[in-house]
């Protein structure tokens, strides 16, 4: 019944995914969870946990995004947990942050950007801006290092989609950091 | 940029090497007779390799020691077996539990049917106990000794596949089945599966999953002869600990040991942020919500800290937060109770200033017995500034400063924030006027500075805002004191609402630069509220310091009433301030005082000489509000103060006058110790070698009195300070006897302390605190006291009761 052997091959495995993706899954939960980081090691271990359970022939082949995919759909239910207990107004809306793209069309006056004196991480203030999915998918990209094909598994959404708003969010920042202030943006705000 | 030449998403896909062979042969055909194109894909490319950069600097968060260690444990798994049921995949219980054969069966299904039960959350206990009690044979006796009561974590593995097994009836059915052919045909009842409450159901909201596979440390005992036992691990499972502070909180008693009246207890003025930050723009959305540590003031004794200074403080945030944790089923963060804040939020009624009065106020000082520590005194130091009848109101010209960044787009924030403006604008005067200015990625004037006559105006544009974009509170800042000095109206309200989540993280980025800028702003006569609104990110500290230096009040808005309440109800209180930079200072008779501490204030704490200096800023009053302090005071020489023929120290729950206390039944058991000392006096220490003991004057000894309560205040406009000064005595007033106010006063701190778990709360419970509250709700206006009692047994709902 026993077999040392394979035990410790079966326990490699995961300890090596647990090495490799550790960091970086809880990189990518932590945002999802608005900085929870208690919630945040809550997900990745259940992730890990259930990664267990797997056969692994089943998940090797696509390993990184399963993780992913695991951590993501465990940390939105989470947060729809949280909401629903949330019974303070009745309206339903999105959850903090979950902006439609129109919303994320305003408030933006870029030369105003260029007279920050920080011009370290100027980018990633821009890039905190992006509308949500956009800033998702260019970590996943950029931070999580994964190819185009599996963000579209991650994030149940085509492979053509995930070109889209990477390529959309790329211009984007290129825009806001070059400065150029975007006649679309001029108006921003709603009195105008 | 050529708008034609960039659309189409191969560009970046090309860039990144996203594009399948073909495509990239068909695309670089393309990019051959185009150099925009090429030019475009270069410049993709660099940012790609800037963002790459950047993000890959961000610092890496990492498990738990105990949670890497846990799945370490569970991937070197003990060999696999089937579970019925189970579709053929496998788990791995552990090798003692196979050995137990039939009756570890019968626990493993009940575990199965009781996880997704706690999963539906009709539970929110983490943990489930499964005893199989009566006749089932015993498992056959383990081989070693030592594993007479062999305690494991049971994999929580086993708990997931358990849950998965068991998701059909079918399949639950055909389980069942099996142990009962295997068990005997002994059924188990769901009476046997009893949950153990959790000790700390606050976490209910994070912690929901508690019972889930990979949280949940569940110990299994098996006694030798009682069959499998499931209990609750004894204390804290590694997946219990507390939440809901980030980083670590705790009061340190003996950071005020300086204390002398000369240094003050110090409060890290640094936020409690967690390590886990992206990046230092990113860090303040990133972390939850903030609360500075509060560290309680001690017990001092008069002889070496004759003074008590502090700065009155109308901010009633606190319990706002307070009670939207309640309500979302979480125990409040202990840094998130402040006493004083507590005691604020509800009105008293104080006697008010006549008209004629010299002073914008008038204070109120009461003694009596303190409840949860019947030989000590209770003195209720309460201020209530002049009324202003809401039509002699002055013209007000208002700048709503709102944050409007992405992380307000929640239900509880921006909508809340629109849905209480638009009540106070429907509130104003036509000669009012308001104006709007949003921050968000970029600062900007939404509405020109508008009479209220053109109310349709103002509501319109307060409709239309929608959240989006990262916050630059500093320009918005900037620009809406810009605006509100633009049109400053003399002798008039002048004032800056500033509404936000507290989420500053673009622009002037640090807390320090941030409070300079606001400090200099109050100095043009302007005023500032600060509303915190949302929870989960909400920056308190800087929002209650942003308050304190910009001339204002910082008030937390959870709900439309709590809107209505602060800026409708006491919207003359929150607009016209009577009084600005207000000190108290207070005195103490070592001749009568062996000891005080005071409630609440600590992060108001002056420095004795601060109380006669003009440059140090304090706190606001607004119009009618009322500032409540409480002074807990061990008395000296209680026996000779007394009734004669009424031996004090063995009746410890009687008050001076020799009556027994009302409460005293809650209160008295705790009470009694041998010597009349309390452990909360301060230690004795040895007698000076080189001072001799302060000389104490003549009215210490002859006048009675206990102390003086001195107030410094400044007239809104004005630079200069007027001392106010008075003596009180105690008149040795019973519990019984003391006013409404006082007992509510009392009920609202004491249940503070419970809150904070302080080592100050003495014998308060949430039982007595209900009684102490219900015994002072006969002045209740607004209903505001009853909705307090209401929360007080919620929270006992939620706050084990054994544990108080």
């Not at chain 2, 996203?18 to 925009?36: G, N, S, V, Y």
Request: proline share 6%.
């Amino acid at each position: 019944m026993d077999s040392s052997n394979a035990a410790t091959a079966e326990t490699q495995w995961v300890c090596d995914a647990l090495q490799r993706y550790e960091a970086p899954l809880l990189r990518y939960t932590l945002r999802l969870l608005n900085g929870d980081l208690e919630a945040a090691r809550d997900v990745v271990q259940d992730a890990f946990v259930k990664l267990i359970q797997q056969d692994r022939t089943a998940v090797e082949d696509h390993l990184a995004p399963w993780l992913y995919r695991v951590c993501r759909n465990r940390a939105l239910d989470r947060i729809r947990k949280e909401q629903r207990m949330q019974t303070s107004l009745p309206e339903t809306q999105h959850r903090n942050g979950r902006l439609t793209d129109a919303d994320d069309a305003q408030h933006h006056q870029p030369d105003e950007r260029a007279q920050q004196p920080e011009t370290r991480s100027r980018l990633l203030v821009v890039l905190a801006d992006l509308p949500e999915r956009q800033r998702e998918v260019l970590r996943l990209k950029f931070q999580g290092d994964l190819s185009y094909r599996e963000i579209a598994e991650i994030m149940d959404l085509t492979v053509s989609h995930v070109g889209v708003l990477i390529h959309t969010g790329i211009q984007t920042l290129r825009q806001r950091m070059s400065g150029s202030p975007s006649p679309k943006r001029s108006a921003s705000f709603p009195s105008a | 940029m050529n708008d034609m030449t960039n659309h189409d998403p191969r560009l970046t896909a090309y860039a990144l090497g996203e594009l399948d062979e073909a495509e990239r042969a068909e695309f670089e055909a393309l990019l051959a007779d185009r150099a925009d194109w090429r030019a475009e894909v270069e410049a993709i490319r660099g940012v790609a390799d800037e963002l790459r950069d950047e993000l890959m600097r961000e610092p890496a968060p990492a498990l738990s020691g105990s949670q890497r260690e846990a799945i370490r444990a569970q991937a070197q798994g003990q060999p696999p077996l089937r579970l019925v049921g189970d579709g053929g995949r496998t788990f791995r219980p552990a090798a003692w539990w196979w050995r137990a054969g039939v009756s570890g069966a019968a626990a493993v299904l009940l575990l199965g049917v009781a996880l997704p039960m706690m999963m539906r959350g009709r539970s929110r206990s983490g943990e489930l106990a499964i005893e199989s009690r009566g006749n089932a044979p015993a498992p056959p006796a383990p081989s070693s000794g030592a594993d007479e009561t062999r305690e494991r974590d049971l994999s929580t593995a086993l708990g997931s596949r358990l849950e998965e097994a068991t998701r059909t009836k079918d399949e639950l059915a055909a389980a069942m089945d099996q142990v009962r052919q295997l068990g005997g045909g002994r059924e188990l009842i769901p009476s046997e599966i009893s949950e153990y409450p959790n000790d700390w159901p606050a976490l209910s909201l994070r912690r929901q999953f508690e019972g889930s596979p990979g949280i949940a440390t569940l110990h299994v005992r098996r006694p030798a002869s009682d069959g499998p036992t499931l209990s609750p691990p004894s204390a804290s499972s590694p997946s219990r600990t507390r939440p809901g502070v980030t980083g670590e909180s705790i009061a340190f008693p003996w950071a005020t040991g300086q204390f002398d009246g000369q240094d003050i207890p110090f409060v890290e003025r640094e936020s409690l942020s967690a390590d886990f930050f992206f990046s230092p723009d990113d860090a303040e959305s990133a972390s939850r919500d903030r609360f500075n540590p509060i560290v309680e003031n001690t017990f001092l004794a008069p002889i070496d800290a004759p003074l008590s200074t502090f700065s009155i403080d109308v901010d009633t945030a606190s319990y706002s937060m307070v009670r939207r944790q309640l309500r979302e089923g979480r125990r409040p963060s202990p840094d998130s109770v402040r006493l004083e804040e507590m005691i604020n939020y509800f009105d008293y009624d104080y006697d008010a200033p006549s008209p004629g009065d010299r002073h914008p106020f008038r204070a109120n000082v009461e003694v009596a017995a303190c409840p949860w520590q019947p030989e000590h005194r209770l003195v209720r130091i309460g201020i209530k500034g002049m009324e202003i009848p809401h039509d002699d109101r002055p013209a007000t010209n208002l700048v709503f400063l709102l944050d409007v960044s992405g992380s307000m787009n929640e239900p509880s924030k921006l909508p809340l924030v629109k849905q209480g403006l638009m009540r106070l604008v429907e509130n104003l005067t036509v000669d009012d006027r308001v104006a709007i200015v949003v921050y968000a990625g970029a600062s900007g004037l939404v509405l020109e500075s508008t009479f209220v006559s053109e109310k349709d105006a103002i509501l319109g544009a307060l409709d239309r805002l929608s959240a989006g974009g990262s916050t630059n509170g500093g320009a918005g800042i900037e620009l809406a004191y810009q605006v509100a000095q633009d049109h400053f109206i003399k002798d008039g309200v002048n004032r800056v609402i500033l509404a936000t989540d507290g989420d500053f993280n673009v622009g002037v980025t640090s807390q320090g630069d941030l409070i300079r800028l606001i400090e200099d702003k109050a100095k043009s006569g302007v005023f500032l509220t600060t509303l915190g609104f949302g929870m989960g990110n909400l920056n308190d500290a800087m929002l209650e310091q942003l308050a304190d230096k910009g001339n204002g009040m910082c008030a937390y808005i959870d709900t439309i009433e709590e809107a209505q309440k602060v800026l409708i109800d006491q919207m003359s209180g929150s607009l016209v301030t009577i009084a600005k930079d207000v000190k108290i200072q207070v005195e103490f008779n070592p001749a009568v005082v062996n000891s005080y501490r005071l409630l609440g204030y600590e992060n108001r704490a002056l420095a004795a000489q601060d109380f006669n200096d003009d440059t140090k800023d304090a706190g606001e009053i607004g119009a009618g509000h009322t500032v409540t302090a409480l002074y807990e005071i061990e008395p000296v020489a209680m026996l000779a103060l007394a009734e004669p023929g009424l031996a004090a120290p063995a009746e410890p729950s009687r008050g001076r006058d020799g009556r027994v206390l009302e409460g005293a039944e809650t209160v008295g058991e705790a009470a009694p110790q041998e010597d009349g000392q309390t452990e909360a006096a301060p230690p004795q220490i040895d007698p000076l070698r080189y001072q001799a003991p302060a000389v104490l004057t003549d009215l210490a000894t002859s006048s009675g009195e206990m102390l003086t309560v001195k107030l410094r205040y400044k007239k809104p406009d004005g630079d200069t300070s007027t001392l106010v000064e008075f003596p009180v005595a105690d008149q040795g007033k019973s519990w019984d006897d003391a006013s409404g106010d006082f007992k509510f006063a009392a009920a609202v701190a004491a249940w503070g302390m419970i809150l904070r778990d302080s080592a100050y709360k003495g014998s308060a419970t949430i039982d007595a605190v209900m009684d102490w509250a219900r015994a002072g709700e006969s002045t209740d206006k607004h209903g505001y006291r009853d909705q307090f009692v209401q929360l007080v047994s919620r929270a006992q709902q939620i706050m084990d009761p054994k544990s108080e």
